[in-house]
Structure formats: structure tokens, C-alpha cells
């Protein structure tokens, strides 16, 4: 799984790394749209998704010493933020198409939509990782606590990235 | 349960969620400069989002008792993330 | 259904002369589909670089005289014959392909057939369709200019943007490397298999914008995925590489002897 952590990483990096250059080169553009977005809101995905990544930084805690019941507890909270996340985002989206843009082939909202929906890809894929988990801790006699940190690892991977487009997207001038 | 929410762990959190509230005040309050643009503002900016990952990193995915090689790996990432992303956008001006 | 071509119909006894082949090498038909895939991907190579110029792609803004200049190439007319000749062979290795996840355990027995599908349906907007597009552009230069504009648009919209019907694809691949419990392929495949996924879905805005990293010629939404995809491919075909040589004969002579004696 650290493989392609380590290998969507270095993807992601080559999105952010032409988001800062167009970024860069049309400062008041991009500005304008940015003012469009609510920092508001991304700050409360982050936090969200902060707490779905401690949750399930516990449970894999919890399937260390087999404290089964308990990670179920903290997988089921982790995958609980992870739906809210999505559906926050699915809001915010709605929201902006609503509101229209300034432009139709504006840059920022072409990378805006993008990225974070290639993100809310990862977060769906994340969801069906940490269903598995779920399924292997409620089903198997002696649920493995390495597939814990394996879906675990992915999840704080998710958890990161976002980290990271929230800065750019929302923060960044 | 509530055992296990007294660790270390939440204590990163608690970090994390600190942090991202003063970055978000950061990005709320800087006054965008010449042609909207706020270099120490995004320094800043992009400083704690690396710091938040490294700390993602370190302890939610326990780099911090990984092998080297991947110690390395996260670092260097970090790393050539901070340098790259500033470095393009300040000479891309 | 016989996994071997040497299996022969249920209840006629093999030939001495199938007999010898077998024992000589039984995997014969898997590997002429497996050295159809090099053979064919340099014909790709040839026909959408050299002949066609479609990789990489021109600009969607290019003035209209260039555009003109470009689709009325004679090299683009002879590629995209070719095209229309060759484009089949791609079938042999989605077939060899197949054949080698039928023999994953574990896995939903739809998942092949899903793949081999995704595949044909993917391919029809990836490379028949434009290569038809450009060809109609190539051999009635009496269209207006208006008319080879839009040719040329929909060739490089259709080219570039159906990387997203690969998506399936590539998902139902990934499902199968990760379930199968006799790891016919090895796990990291499963994984570059999503990284193809994710940077083909980039592929998406070229609809909207015709300059910058989201166009169909653009660093994001063209190289980046393309680059992954060759990636992908040699190891794909590295991968196909051991999974044949490793099948047991005795699976094939197995099924062979449960269905042809």
C-alpha cells in the first residue's frame, strides 16, 4: 500500500505543482475565483476529515491489542466523517454550479473542480476500503491487524492530500 | 474507549485542528498585495500545510517508527513539495 | 468449454500430431495473442506518431490554416487505413489477457468478461472513431474549411476524451489483481492500474477549455495520463509475461483431457 501511496503522492505533486505555475501567472484571475469560495467551509472539511483520520488511527490502535468492539466503534466514527465530508463537498459544489462563475473556461474553477473532485474520488475509494475493514473486523475470527494499517494508511493518505489542496485552493495568494 | 482517546494520537489531532484554524485565519486576514499576491502569506500558508502532513505522516501513519527508506521518502517528498511549489510560483510571476 | 486450442471437440480423441504439439507447446496460442500486443503497439506507434501526427496532439487553437495543413497530410490518410485494418488486433490481447484472469480465484466470473467488454467499448471512441473522423477530413478536401475545423475538433475531443471510458476498464482489473487470491498478477500492478484510472480521469475539462494544462494537448489532462498509460502498458505486458509462462501445463492438459477425452 506504501507504494502507491508513495506513487499518488508524487501524482498529486505534479497537479500542484501546475496549479502554483498557472497560478502564478494569472494571480488576479485566479484570486477572483478564489474569493468565490467559502475558507469557511474548507477549514470545517479539514477538521472533519482531521477527526475520520484520528478515528481510524485508533482503531487500528484498537485491532493491535484486539480490542475488537472498540475499533468497530472508531471505524464506524472515521467512515461517519468520511460520508459527512462528501456530502459537504457534494453541497459546496452544488452551491458554486449554482451560483455560476465568472467565466466559462475560468482556470480556477477548471483546477478547483478538478482536484478536489479527483480528491472526492479517493474519498469514495477510501469509503469502500474502510467497508472492507469493517467487514473483515465484524467477520473474520482473528481480524488482521496489518489489513487494519494497510486501509488505515490509505485513509491518512486521503486525509493528507486534502491537507494539501486546501492550502493551495482555499489559502494560498 | 475513552482510553484510547487519551493518547498521544489526540493530542496530534488537537494539534492539527489548532493549526488549521490559525492557518485559516492567516488566509482570512492577509491582504492580497500587488496583483493579489501575498508571497509571505502563501509561505506561510503552505509551511503549515507541509508541517500538518508531516505530522499526518509521522503519527497517524507511524512513519515515525517506519524503516528509513521511508522515513526518507515522506521527508523528501515534503521537502521537494515546499521547494517546487514556492520556487514555481515565485519565479512564475 | 475447452481452455486449450488443442482440446479438440468433447469426445474426439486427439491426433498424434496434436498430441506431439501439445507436448512441444502447449501455450502456442497464448503466446502468438501475447507477441500480437508489442507488435501491434508499434503499429500504434507508427500509425498515431509518425503517419497520423495525432500524438502529441496539435493545438486546439491552432489557426485555421494549419488545421487545414494538418488534415489534409497524405501521411494521415495512409495511417489511418492502416488503422482501420489493424485496429482488430487489439483483441488478441484483450483475449490473452482474459484467458489469464479466468484462471483468478476468488474473483467474480463476470469480471473477465467485464474487462474484455470495457475494453471494446472503450476502444471504439479511442481509436476507431477518430481515426475515421481524421480519415473523412483526409480524403474529401473539398469540405469547407468549417467542416475539416469541426473534423479535426472531434478527432482530438473524441481521441483525448474518451480516456475516461477506460476508467471501467482499469476498475474492474484493479478489483480482479486485488481479489484474486492466486496473485496471477502481482499486486503493484493493481496499484499503477489506478494510478492510470486517476490520470486518465484528468482527462475530463478538454470539452471545456482549448489552452493550458486541461486542454487535449495539455501537460495534465494529455501527457501526464499518456505517460502513465505506456508505463502501465510494459509492465502490463511484463506481468502478462510471467503469468503465461508460469500456468501449469497440467491446467491446460487438464481441462483439455476433462473436455476432449
Known amino acids: 500500500m506504501w507504494f502507491f501511496v508513495i506513487g499518488d503522492l508524487w501524482i498529486f505533486a505534479c497537479y500542484f ?73 457534494a453541497g459546496e459544489w452544488y452551491l458554486k454550479i449554482h451560483a455560476g462563475f465568472p467565466e466559462s ?60 489542496i486546501f492550502a493551495l485552493v482555499y489559502l494560498v495568494r | 474507549m475513552t482510553a484510547y482517546l487519551r493518547g498521544r494520537l489526540t493530542l496530534v489531532w488537537m494539534l492539527l485542528v489548532l493549526v488549521t484554524f490559525v492557518s485559516w485565519w492567516l488566509g482570512a486576514r492577509g491582504e492580497s498585495g500587488r496583483l493579489g499576491v501575498n508571497l509571505p502569506l502563501t509561505a506561510g500558508v503552505v509551511a503549515i500545510a507541509l508541517v500538518k502532513t508531516r505530522l499526518v505522516f509521522w503519527h497517524f501513519m507511524e512513519v515515525r517508527t517506519a524503516p528509513s527508506w521511508l522515513r526518507w521518502n515522506c521527508d523528501g517528498w515534503l521537502a521537494f513539495l515546499a521547494l517546487m511549489l514556492f520556487a514555481l510560483y515565485r519565479y512564475s510571476l | 468449454m475447452s481452455e486449450s486450442v488443442w482440446a479438440g471437440r468433447a469426445g474426439t480423441p486427439r491426433s498424434a500430431g496434436a498430441e506431439a504439439r501439445l507436448a512441444r507447446n502447449p501455450k502456442l496460442d497464448q503466446w502468438i495473442c501475447y507477441w500480437s500486443i508489442p507488435f501491434f503497439y508499434t503499429l500504434f506507434g507508427l500509425i498515431f506518431v509518425l503517419f497520423g501526427r495525432i500524438m502529441p496532439p496539435p493545438s486546439p487553437t491552432a489557426s485555421i490554416e494549419d488545421v487545414l495543413e494538418y488534415m489534409q497530410a497524405p501521411k494521415l490518410g495512409v495511417g489511418m487505413a ?95 489483481i486485488f481479489l484474486d487470491r492466486r496473485m496471477i498478477f502481482p499486486k503493484w500492478l493493481g496499484y499503477l492500474t489506478i494510478w492510470a484510472l486517476v490520470t486518465e480521469l484528468v482527462a475530463i475539462p478538454i470539452w471545456i477549455t482549448r489552452t493550458g494544462p486541461f486542454a487535449w494537448d495539455g501537460l495534465l489532462s494529455f501527457y501526464l495520463g499518456t505517460v502513465l498509460f505506456v508505463g502501465w502498458e510494459f509492465c502490463m505486458c511484463v506481468c502478462l509475461y510471467r503469468a503465461i509462462k508460469n500456468q501449469p501445463v497440467e491446467e491446460l492438459i487438464g481441462r483439455a483431457a476433462a473436455h476432449g477425452e
Open chain 1, 17 to 89: 505543482a501546475c496549479y502554483m505555475r498557472d497560478r502564478a501567472r494569472n494571480p488576479e484571475l485566479f484570486q477572483q475565483g478564489q474569493e468565490l469560495l467559502s475558507q469557511g467551509i474548507g477549514a470545517l472539511n479539514t477538521v472533519i476529515l482531521l477527526t475520520s483520520s484520528l478515528f481510524v488511527a485508533l482503531c487500528v490502535q484498537a485491532t493491535r491489542a484486539k480490542d475488537i468492539a472498540v475499533a468497530s466503534r472508531f471505524l464506524a466514527l472515521g467512515s461517519a466523517c468520511g460520508a459527512a465530508f462528501m456530502l459537504i463537498k
Open chain 1, 105 to 164: 473556461t475560468d482556470p480556477f474553477f477548471i483546477y478547483y473542480f478538478m482536484l478536489t473532485g479527483l480528491h472526492m474520488v479517493h474519498v469514495a475509494l477510501g469509503l469502500v476500503i474502510l467497508a472492507l475493514l469493517w467487514r473483515e473486523l465484524r467477520g473474520a475470527k482473528e481480524p488482521r491487524a496489518q489489513f487494519a494499517e494497510t486501509c488505515a494508511t490509505y485513509w491518512h493518505m486521503v486525509d493528507s492530500l486534502w491537507i494539501a
Open chain 3, 82 to 176: 492502416l488503422l482501420s485494418l489493424t485496429l482488430g488486433l487489439a483483441s488478441l490481447s484483450s483475449g490473452v489477457i482474459v484467458v489469464q484472469m479466468k484462471r483468478m480465484e476468488g474473483i467474480s466470473p463476470v469480471l473477465p468478461y467485464a474487462y474484455l467488454t470495457a475494453l471494446a467499448v472503450a476502444g471504439v471512441p479511442g481509436c476507431l472513431f477518430p481515426g475515421f473522423v481524421f480519415a473523412l477530413g483526409n480524403f474529401r478536401p473539398e469540405y469547407s474549411a468549417q467542416i475539416q475545423q469541426m473534423l479535426y475538433d472531434l478527432g482530438f475531443l473524441s481521441f483525448v476524451g474518451s480516456l475516461g471510458c477506460f476508467v471501467i476498464q482499469y476498475l474492474v482489473f484493479a478489483i480482479a
